[in-house]
């Protein structure tokens, strides 16, 4: 065998052995654990000094809110259009329509006592309408789930952890209605790979909720979807929401379907 012969087979053989200890040290890499998944993605939401560094985006939200009767007929109809400005870690909502037109005074109102409903719900002195609403990760709220890593999936053309959620047994504390709504969840959340944000979250109601012991009313069915979309580096939002609620009002049955997408995405000058 000619010593060029033996050079090519050598180099052959030194190649193959490179490329086996490569992937034999890529397939021996420790896997992530739904509780250290879940972990990276709180401590992503959390730091605020990367959120402030942001660049500041403005772009269009658009909302259709159904409310259905009994046959599951659509017997009101109400479309709003927002203009949202995403700055400083902070989204700020103007709404501009109401099913076509602008606002009267009467709707601007009536978003104003939704947001007050929003703080007094959840319990925040902060105004609802600057509120980063885009934070779903907090350490209070991972304390009442226990996580199940499912698997990896391909998710807007990036790879993400898929992750099943449901409360703790037995049930944290209920000091607010919305402890009360929590208790009666689960779902899946899909965290980005690399950014270790939340990029699709899945929520449903285990159970009916009743509100101020049922005489406000009750929920019996809540399903819940939203995306989020990598903007520019770092920057995730909120651009895709879809959402199915049952339940009563006082003694009347109510059913309401939502959606909402966010489009024409612009850095603020």
Same mark, same amino acid.
């Given at each position: 065998?000619?010593?060029?012969?033996?050079?090519?087979?050598?180099?052959?053989?030194?190649?193959?052995? +490179?490329?086996?200890?490569?992937?034999?040290?890529?397939?021996?890499?420790?896997?992530?654990?739904?509780?250290?998944?879940?972990?990276?993605?709180?401590?992503?939401?959390?730091?605020?000094?990367?959120?402030?560094?942001?660049?500041?985006?403005?772009?269009?939200?658009?909302?259709?809110?159904?409310? +259905?009767?009994?046959?599951?007929?659509?017997?009101?109809?109400? !479309?709003?259009?927002?203009?949202?400005?995403?700055?400083?870690?902070?989204?700020?909502?103007?709404?501009?329509?109401?099913?076509?037109?602008?606002?009267?005074?009467?709707?601007?109102?009536?978003?104003?006592?939704?947001? +007050?409903?929003?703080?007094?719900?959840?319990?925040?002195?902060?105004?609802?309408?600057?509120?980063?609403?885009?934070?779903?990760?907090?350490?209070?709220?991972?304390?009442?789930?226990?996580?199940?890593?499912?698997?990896?999936?391909?998710?807007?053309?990036?790879?993400?952890?898929?992750?099943?959620? #449901?409360?703790?047994?037995?049930?944290?504390?209920?000091? #607010?209605?919305?402890?009360?709504?929590?208790?009666?969840?689960?779902?899946?959340?899909?965290?980005?790979?690399?950014?270790?944000?939340?990029?699709?979250?899945?929520?449903?109601?285990?159970?009916?909720?009743?509100?101020?012991?049922?005489?406000?009313? !009750?929920?019996?069915?809540?399903?819940?979807?939203?995306?989020?979309? #990598?903007?520019?580096?770092?920057?995730?939002?909120?651009?895709?929401?879809?959402?199915?609620?049952?339940?009563?009002?006082?003694?009347?049955?109510?059913?309401?379907?939502?959606?909402?997408?966010?489009?024409?995405?612009?850095?603020?000058?």
């Amino acid at each position: 065998m000619s010593r060029l012969l033996q050079g090519k087979i050598g180099a052959i053989f030194l190649l193959l052995a +490179l490329l086996g200890g490569s992937l034999t040290s890529h397939a021996e890499s420790p896997k992530l654990s739904a509780d250290q998944v879940i972990a990276k993605a709180v401590d992503r939401a959390g730091k605020a000094e990367a959120k402030a560094g942001l660049p500041g985006y403005t772009y269009t939200k658009c909302t259709v809110t159904e409310e +259905l009767d009994a046959s599951g007929n659509v017997k009101e109809r109400k !479309s709003k259009v927002y203009r949202v400005i995403f700055r400083d870690g902070a989204t700020y909502l103007k709404l501009m329509e109401v099913n076509g037109r602008a606002p009267a005074q009467g709707d601007l109102k009536k978003q104003a006592e939704n947001e +007050l409903n929003v703080r007094q719900v959840l319990g925040n002195s902060k105004s609802a309408n600057s509120a980063n609403k885009d934070n779903f990760l907090t350490p209070e709220l991972v304390k009442r789930f226990d996580f199940t890593l499912v698997g990896e999936s391909a998710l807007n053309g990036r790879q993400a952890y898929q992750v099943n959620f #449901r409360v703790k047994n037995p049930e944290p504390p209920v000091h #607010r209605i919305i402890d009360r709504l929590l208790n009666r969840i689960s779902g899946t959340l899909w965290i980005d790979a690399q950014e270790f944000e939340v990029a699709r979250a899945d929520v449903q109601l285990g159970s009916e909720v009743n509100l101020l012991g049922g005489i406000a009313g !009750s929920l019996k069915k809540l399903a819940y979807s939203i995306t989020r979309t #990598r903007i520019t580096d770092g920057l995730w939002l909120s651009t895709e929401s879809v959402g199915d609620f049952e339940g009563r009002k006082l003694i009347d049955a109510m059913r309401i379907k939502t959606k909402s997408l966010s489009t024409d995405f612009h850095p603020l000058g």
